[in-house]
């Protein structure tokens, strides 16, 4: 089984380490030692498969789409600061060993490459996040008990990062960062301008689960349909290279007053 397919199967899996948003207090001194005998690159013992690079105070995975992450290390904890702060427990370490909980409370050793090629298997540069620059443009003629109305739709890709989160082989929590989107809509009823707005991901919080807005990308803006209420549009909210979805409807009357609703 190579390491790919590894790391997808185990994506989704939930974290047994203690996942905290806080910074560490400042009372608590880093174990710099403890840092330095991390430095190089790491084998899973189990499959010999290489798990990460240590390079200073930041480690870099073989995959190219996965972030590279800051850590630290007090006392006992092995902490990744990445969108979220997540802590492992170490229960061995050594300068040619390191042995920690996973997330499945099942041990995880490592061991020290002494192999000079494996350095190639890390990319010295990392790619841009996907879905980016996809500028999308819609107008649409809509008719209503004979009036014609302009629909225009305009996906604009942001510089706003979205954190997608899985986990590798040694069941370590890393990140895919991807861009998100702002959707303009304008509804025009002859020169009348009767609606104009910019939609965010944000809008949609009191319908969405808060996790998933975090992860999810705002994808779209699709019109459905016109009928007495108004203007009927979807909103899509994706999580990033998953199945995952989440449809918002959103409903604009011809008094150019928008509500939001879930389908």
Known sequence: MNKKYLLLLLCGIILYGCKDKQPQSASQQEDVQAKQMLQGIWINEENQSVAFQVKGDTIF??????????????????????????????LRQTRHLLKFRNQNDEEVTLTLSSDAEDVTLFPTKHPKPLNQNQLIKRDTVVVHEGERYHCYVQVNPTTYKVAKTSYNDEGVEVYNFYYDNIVNLHIFHGNRKLFSKDFHKNDFSSFVPREFLEQSVFSDLIFKAVDNNGFHYVASLVIPDSMSSFEVEIIVSFSGKSRISIR
């Open 61 to 90: 995975y073989p995959d190219s789409t996965i972030q590279p992450v800051y850590f630290q290390i007090f006392k006992d904890t092995f902490v990744l600061h990445g969108p979220n702060d997540v802590k492992y427990p170490i």
